[in-house]
């Protein structure tokens, strides 16, 4: 048997942690590791040769000729969220949001998903980067399925193991990053994103046409030992670089549940697993999850440099 499948509680035949349906020997097994391939998000063939004002990938020169609505955060994230949770708690409608420049300081408002969307996509780019919506989804699953596990409700046992490719997670949070810039939904502080931020390498790097620059990636904090919050939910926050001309957007902080993750477009040549004061990992190749004696995983799986090893939050054991 494998090692890897010995290591999970898997066996030949089992269906793959990744979610396809596909036995596991069939699809992200490579011998002694686990490999998902990543996303297709360009466009398909041919180009268009058109650049539709309004779309942020417009730069691309390969868009349709109609805009639509691009939710900040996926959409089927934000459903998600507006839905009781998986053991039964909580309550339609009560997606709540705040930080929002359209919404006070401080104040935090019930809204439905579609408040939370703006035509920065023709229905060309939008449609190519759906398979990350879906990844995001399933990403977001994984994680919410461990906390209801060890949270303070009963809930079914989450899977032992669930793998992604990272790069398709640090696509999507490069799409939620542009998507907020070209919207201008957010002012923080000194850093007040606009489409004038999305360089077009980021553009080149969403779509497929190029891989992500040197320590431009996922960064995840070294040492992530918590306490169970029991919060379900996204938090956002906005990174930002000092420029001679002011603050510019550089990335995001992203909040997954419990599970912090910072999203970096701007290398730091000094020391870029520094943030803010807290050691971070580039690009780790598992996050686990233990909870009196038992071990929950999210294996991530990449193509470029990274720094791997595996990093662990140990949760309090629900009262």
């Not at 009963?154 to 919207?183: I, P, Q, Y």
């Amino acid at each position: 048997m494998s090692l890897v499948l010995k290591q999970y509680g898997l066996v030949f035949g089992s269906p793959c942690p990744c979610g396809s349906g596909q036995q596991v020997q069939a699809c992200c097994l490579r011998g002694d590791h686990f490999h998902r391939d990543q996303a297709a998000t360009a466009p398909p063939l041919p180009r268009t040769g058109h650049a539709r004002g309004g779309c942020y990938a417009s730069p691309l020169s390969d868009c349709s000729s109609k805009l639509s609505a691009e939710h900040y955060v996926s959409k089927a994230i934000l459903d998600l969220l507006n839905a009781p949770t998986p053991s039964g708690s909580g309550k339609p409608k009560d997606l709540r949001v705040k930080g929002l420049h359209w919404i006070p300081d401080g104040e935090e408002r019930c809204i439905p998903p579609d408040a939370l969307k703006a035509k920065v996509l023709c229905t060309r780019h939008n449609s190519a980067l759906s398979g990350l919506d879906a990844m995001a989804a399933q990403f977001f699953l994984a994680l919410d399925a461990i906390d209801e596990e060890f949270g303070p409700r009963e809930a079914e046992a989450a899977e032992r193991v669930r793998v992604f490719n990272g790069h398709d997670v640090e696509r999507w949070l490069l799409k939620m990053t542009c998507g907020l810039a070209a919207s201008g939904c957010v002012d923080h502080g000194w850093v007040k994103p606009t489409d004038s931020d999305i360089p077009q390498e980021w553009l080149h790097v969403l779509f497929g046409d190029t891989e992500f620059g040197p320590m431009q990636g996922l960064y995840v904090p070294v040492e992530i030992g918590r306490r169970y919050q029991g919060t379900r939910g996204i938090h956002i926050s906005v990174l930002g670089r000092n420029t001679d001309e002011g603050g510019k957007l550089a990335g995001l902080g992203v909040q997954v549940r419990t599970y912090p993750f910072v999203f970096s477009m701007s290398p730091r040549p000094s020391d870029p697993r520094l943030i803010q004061g807290v050691r971070h990992a580039f690009r780790p190749d598992e996050i686990e999850v233990t909870c009196s004696g038992e071990v929950r995983s999210i294996v991530l799986t990449w193509d470029g440099p990274h720094d791997g090893g595996k990093l662990t939050f140990t949760a309090e054991a629900a009262t």
